[in-house]
Nanobody, 121 residues
């Protein structure tokens, strides 16, 4: 089995920073893409950032220049550094990874359980 476990959410004031992490564990052979999504109350889940194993990144326009995605391949972990946070960043943040399990020949998407980020004064 494969598990994604997020950490690092919490309450922060506008203008503050948080760093989210997502660790993948289990019988993992390869991770191709790691992504962060978020879902605000009453809203749809939206892609925030992605990072391929080639180092290609992509960001939503709303977070460009404020958020940075990175990964530690040795630890199968992806991070999301969030700076200059705004109340509109309030959401549950989900990790998503495209993973090939040992013994398999296909990649499958896996989701974490989500971590709450609240930006409020």
């Amino acid at each position: 089995q494969v598990q994604l476990v997020e950490a690092g959410g919490g309450l922060v004031q506008p203008g503050g920073s948080l760093r989210l992490s997502c660790a993948a564990s289990g019988n993992i052979f390869s991770i191709r893409i790691m992504k962060w999504y978020r879902q605000a109350p009453g809203g749809q889940r939206e892609l925030v950032a992605l990072l391929t194993n080639d180092g290609v990144t992509n960001y939503a326009d709303s977070v460009q220049g404020r958020f940075t995605i990175s990964r530690d391949n040795a630890k199968n972990t992806v991070y999301l550094q969030m700076n200059n946070l705004k109340p509109t960043d309030t959401a549950v943040y989900y990790c998503n990874a495209h993973i090939m399990r040992i013994g398999s020949d296909v990649y499958t998407y896996y989701w974490g359980q989500g971590t709450q980020v609240t930006v409020s004064s």
